[in-house]
T-cell receptor
């Protein structure tokens, strides 16, 4: 169990550029979540995958954001035409599937910190 | 709507002193409650969780929390703080959607430990 891995750890980009982040969940976890954390705030839910299916998207996820999990393993989060307001820490979490309380424990990666200049 | 309130933005505690971080939640059903800790530049590490049963739950690093339904609270405690406990602490409630839970977090409490 190597934990949830996120790459890159830091990304600096200019306004208007596209960026893509990657998340590798814990290997046996089929549920994957993305959250966004801005300075001085707690993380806010963005989207949820069960296997390869994206089952829930927050209204925070504008049309410029797209997330995929093509084979039910790693996931990518892409932001197109970045804006300064997109500057934040993007956190990925994963959990077990199925029934039971263990499915409700989310394990987080170290996050990708995005700075839009 | 679900929400979590952490009324203390910063708390400073002397090393060796006891600690209590406050958390109040708003949720229409029986809540699943969590405390996570975040060190600078790091992700979130789960300290402890409450799902049901005993309202006093034990976690890692000597932390415990008590669920009080009547007060809608889930305060985090530690009897003796170590300098390595300096970090940001987040309380969260698991909010059920269709078949999964999303976590709703408070704004966090930053713990400073003085020598």
């Amino acid at each position: 169990d190597t934990g949830v891995s996120q790459n890159p750890r830091h990304k600096i980009t200019k306004r208007g550029q596209n960026v893509t982040f990657r998340c590798d969940p814990i290997s046996e976890h089929n549920r994957l979540y993305w959250y966004r954390q801005t300075l001085g705030q707690g993380p806010e839910f963005l989207t949820y995958f069960q296997n390869e299916a994206q089952l829930e998207k927050s209204r925070l996820l504008s049309d410029r954001f797209s997330a995929e999990r093509p084979k039910g393993s790693f996931s990518t989060l892409e932001i197109q035409r970045t804006e300064q307001g997109d500057s934040a820490m993007y956190l990925c979490a994963s959990s077990l599937g199925g029934q039971g309380q263990r499915q409700n424990i989310q394990y987080f990666g170290a996050g990708t910190r995005l700075s839009v200049l | 709507a679900q929400s979590v309130t952490q009324p203390d933005i910063h708390i400073t505690v002397s090393e060796g002193a006891s600690l209590e971080l406050r958390c109040n939640y708003s949720y229409g059903a029986t809540p699943y409650l969590f405390w996570y800790v975040q060190s600078p530049g790091q992700g979130l590490q789960l300290l402890l969780k409450y799902f049901s049963g005993d309202t006093l739950v034990q976690g890692i690093k000597g932390f415990e929390a008590e669920f009080k339904r009547s007060q809608s609270s889930f305060n985090l405690r530690k009897p003796s703080v170590h300098w390595s406990d300096a970090a940001e602490y987040f309380c969260a409630v698991g909010a059920w959607n269709t078949g999964f839970q999303k976590l709703v977090f408070g704004t966090g409490t930053r713990l400073l430990v003085s020598p």
